[in-house]
């Protein structure tokens, strides 16, 4: 029986340990969703262009702007707004969306390269709900310098300090706690002063726009701004999500067909075991006859026995299977957070209970067909 459990043991470990890991792996994808802030991005409408004479690459051309006009938001802005209206059957007038415009530019600060990013401090706080201070306040003037946490180790930079570039000059009032993401290091600055001191007045980089829900239609706000404002390219971030989603499932699918050729080598093993345990207790099953019972009494001995190797077998499956995630788990996806899932307990001992009873009728009914004579003859 420990032997057929083993079978059961090993299958149902696997199945939990790639539910289980592919929960983890779910819930890590949807909270950086969350975490990334807006519900689709805009970035200038650029296509590269291979130049060839014959057979022969001359390189590849850039088409199109690399900045996107500032003149665009408000449309930007109606489209959004009106077709969130449209979805939630919201009158209210007034703006909805948050729309969080961007300018990145390339510097120079104490011999060090330093992204330096244009924002909308008022518009850039919605969007990025984990930005937490570590020390100093938030931008409330058109001179002040929000650091990231690496940038300002990198810069010795401190709370207080001026810091200039392209001839203008700003005072750091913040450092952001680190996030572990590009913020880390960069550098923030309100957006017209970007813009003045580089020359590119009316110039923005990309947009970011978070929608009032996630229940929003951002797949259709992106298709009405791709259709109808030229020069830009909305992406709805759910729509990369679904792409990552989706080669999860296909790669979850693969994972649980090679867990249910597993099952399957664990039901016949189940399989062998009860039918070497019926040839071993043939004179006991004869005497059993002997004495009177019936064919579904010897029948029901193996279906127990069946069961009990399923509820052994899917307990230690589910309890080998969490294990198993926690040690493949961040090794699949990096930074996933393991938790034993309590909902696959039922689901790993009805499959393991399941394929135990079924892999057991079979040498039930072969127990049901031995004869009393057959028995004494193995006397």
Not at 75 to 95: H, T, Y
Not at 325 to 333: E, Q, R
């Amino acid at each position: 029986m420990l032997y057929a459990a083993l079978g059961v043991v090993i299958g149902t470990m696997t199945v939990v340990a790639i539910l289980t890991t592919t929960l983890a792996g779910q819930e890590r994808i949807y909270n950086q969703l969350e975490k990334y802030g807006p519900n689709l991005t805009i970035v200038p409408a650029i296509s590269n262009l291979d130049v060839n004479i014959g057979d022969l690459s001359l390189g590849t051309l850039t088409i199109g702007e690399n900045y996107i006009s500032e003149e665009k938001l408000p449309q930007i802005r109606q489209i959004a707004d009106s077709k969130i209206r449209e979805a939630l059957n919201i009158k209210d007038e007034g703006n909805i969306a948050t729309i969080a415009p961007k300018l990145y530019v390339n510097t120079e600060l104490k011999g060090t390269s330093v992204l330096v990013v244009g924002i909308d401090p008022q518009e850039e706080s919605l969007i990025k709900t984990w930005w937490r201070i570590k020390e100093g306040e938030y931008l409330v003037a058109t001179d002040q310098a929000l650091v990231g946490a690496v940038a300002s180790d990198l810069l010795k930079l401190n709370v207080g300090d001026r810091i200039a570039f392209n001839g203008s000059e700003v005072t750091v009032v913040g450092i952001l706690e680190e996030a572990g993401s590009n913020d880390d290091y960069q550098v923030f600055v309100p957006i017209p002063l970007l813009q003045k001191s580089f020359g590119k007045e009316g110039l923005i980089s990309s947009i970011d726009v978070r929608a009032l829900c996630n229940a929003c239609p951002v797949e259709n706000i992106a298709d009405s701004i791709n259709n109808n404002i030229p020069g830009i390219r909305a992406v709805a971030v759910k729509q990369v999500a679904a792409t990552e989603m989706g080669m999860m499932d296909r790669i979850n699918k693969l994972m649980l067909a090679l867990a249910g050729i597993t099952l399957a080598v664990g039901l016949f093993g189940v399989v062998n075991t009860m039918m070497a345990s019926v040839h071993e207790r043939i004179k006991d099953i004869g005497i059993m006859r002997a004495v009177g019972a019936s064919g579904r009494q010897i029948s029901k001995i193996f279906v127990y026995e069946a069961i009990m190797i399923g509820i052994l077998g899917g307990t230690f499956g589910y309890i080998a299977g969490t294990l198993l995630a926690y040690l493949i788990g961040p090794i699949i996806f990096e930074g996933a957070i393991i938790s034993y899932a309590p909902q696959y307990l039922p689901l790993s001992l009805i499959l393991a209970t399941v394929i135990s009873v079924i892999a057991g009728l079979y040498p039930a009914f072969r127990a049901t067909r031995i004869k009393v004579a057959d028995s004494f003859r193995s006397l």
